[in-house]
């Protein structure tokens, strides 16, 4: 067990979920934690159809990055980028996107398990 003698800490009772808050900064995890939230509900955000084609790749700066397996789906979400946004916003409570990006990477759908719900797996 090792003993923080300097560090600040936390000398009454505190919510939970200003101590996950507090965790997810510190490790710089923030970001990883909302593209998750925005990963679980993506197909209500963009229908089926497009989320087995495309997922939240990453969330940096306030950019949330696209990744899509084919040029046609890119296209697409480029032209729903707004609503996108929008939905995001009021769905998933990510606040502060100011922009989203499509990548269009047909090797991070190759490795994705089966499982995941992008209509390629075997049954």
Known sequence: ?????????????????????????????SEEFLVEAVRAKWPSVVGELIATHSFPDRIQSGVLYIAVD????????????????????S????????????????DVFAARPSHVGNGRGKV
């Open 91 to 106: 769905e998933c409570s990510v606040a502060g996107l100011r922009d989203l990006r499509v990548l269009v990477r047909r």
């Open 70 to 89: 084919h040029n046609v789906y890119a296209g697409e979400i480029s032209m729903m980028r707004e609503a996108i946004l929008e939905r995001v916003s």
């Open 1 to 29: 067990m090792k003993f923080r003698i300097r560090e600040d800490r936390i000398k009454k009772p505190t919510r939970f979920g200003v101590l996950v808050e507090s965790i997810l900064e510190r490790f710089n995890l």
